[in-house]
C-alpha cells in the first residue's frame, strides 16, 4: 500500500468517526462523554492524515487547503455547542451537513481563487 493511500484511508476513517459523534452528540438532552472523546480522536485523524497527504503530495498551503483548516476549526467548536445545549439537532444537523458537503466540495475541485489564469499568445 502506498502512503497516500493509508492517509487518505485514515483520513476517511476521521471523518466517519466525526460525522457519528456529532450525531450523538447532538441527539437528545444529555452530553455523551464517550461521542466527545470520539470527536477529538477524530479531529486529530483528519488533522494528521490531512497533512500526512499534504506533505506526500508536496502542494505548500493552497487557499483551498486553507478553507479546509477553517472548517476544521469549526467542526471543533462545534463540541462546545453540543455540550452547551446552544444550538438544536436539526441546526446542527443542516449547518455539520453544510460544512461538510463545502470541504467536500474543496477537496474534489481544488479551486483557485483570486488567481489569474495566464493566457498563453500563439504565433
Not at 492517509?7 to 450523538?24: E, K, N, P, Q, V
Not at 508536496?58 to 452547551?84: D, E, Q
Request: glycine share 8%; charged share 10%; with cysteine.
Amino acid at each position: 500500500m502506498e502512503k497516500l493511500e493509508i492517509y487518505r484511508y485514515l483520513h476517511f476513517a476521521g471523518i466517519f468517526t466525526l460525522l457519528f459523534s456529532f450525531g450523538s452528540l447532538f441527539i437528545g438532552k444529555n452530553y455523551n462523554k464517550g461521542a466527545a472523546m470520539a470527536h477529538g480522536v477524530a479531529l486529530l485523524l483528519i488533522l494528521v492524515s490531512g497533512f500526512g497527504m499534504q506533505a506526500t503530495l508536496h502542494m505548500g498551503f493552497p487557499i483551498w487547503l486553507i478553507l479546509k483548516l477553517v472548517i476544521w476549526i469549526i467542526f471543533g467548536g462545534f463540541i462546545v455547542l453540543a455540550k452547551k445545549s446552544i444550538i438544536s439537532g436539526f441546526t446542527a444537523w443542516i449547518i455539520i451537513l453544510s460544512l461538510a458537503l463545502c470541504a467536500v466540495y474543496l477537496a474534489k475541485t481544488h479551486p483557485a481563487f483570486f488567481v489569474k489564469a495566464k493566457v498563453s499568445e500563439t504565433k
